[in-house]
C-alpha cells in the first residue's frame, strides 16, 4: 500500500514548506515568536519535505516499524541529505494529539540541549502531515530499560 499525503486545505496551497509551523501557529493563536524563537535558535530543527520520510522509511515500509505511542508510529529510516540513521515519528491524524501538541514538541525540542534527551534533528509540516525526526538510539527506548517491557 503507497502512503500519501493528506489532502491538502487552501489556506497550506499557498504556503511554502518552511511557512508550514508559522501557520501551525498562526492558526492555534500561539506567539509567532515561537517560530521565529526555533528559527534563530543555533540547534534549528531542520525542515524535511513528506517525499524525504517517506523515501527514507522505503515507504514506511513494516519491517522499518519501531512502535507505537500518544503520538503516532515511529519508523526507522535513513535521510540521504544528511546521511544519518534516523527515527522519525509520525502524527496519528486519529489520535490524541494534534497539531497543538506537534508544535509544542518542536518548539521545545528545537531549544533543548541536554545530552540526556534524545535530539530533535527536524520536523515535516507538510499539508495535512505532521513528522518529528530524531536521532536513531540503537538501544531501544527509556520505557524498556526502565520497566523491563
Not at 51 to 67: H, K, P, Q, W
Not at 84 to 112: C, H, M, P, W, Y
Amino acid at each position: 500500500m503507497k502512503v500519501k499525503p493528506y489532502a491538502n486545505d487552501s489556506r497550506n496551497e499557498e504556503a511554502s514548506k518552511d511557512d508550514q509551523l508559522s501557520l501551525d501557529v498562526n492558526c492555534l493563536n500561539l506567539k509567532d515568536e515561537i517560530s521565529k524563537d526555533i528559527r534563530n535558535n543555533g540547534n534549528q530543527a531542520q525542515t524535511f519535505t513528506f517525499e524525504e520520510l517517506v523515501a527514507a522509511t522505503d515507504n514506511f515500509r513494516s519491517d522499518c516499524f519501531l512502535g507505537e505511542g500518544g503520538f503516532g508510529k515511529v519508523y526507522k529510516g535513513c535521510l540521504e541529505k544528511i546521511n544519518q540513521v534516523v527515527a522519525i515519528k509520525q502524527l496519528d491524524q486519529n489520535g490524541l494529539q494534534g497539531i497543538r501538541e506537534f508544535v509544542v514538541e518542536v518548539v521545545t525540542l528545537s531549544l533543548a540541549d541536554n545530552p540526556n534527551l534524545v535530539k530533535l534533528i527536524g520536523f515535516c509540516a507538510e499539508g495535512d502531515q505532521r513528522l518529528l525526526v530524531y536521532e536513531y538510539m540503537p538501544l531501544g527506548s527509556l520505557e524498556n530499560h526502565l520497566y523491563g517491557i
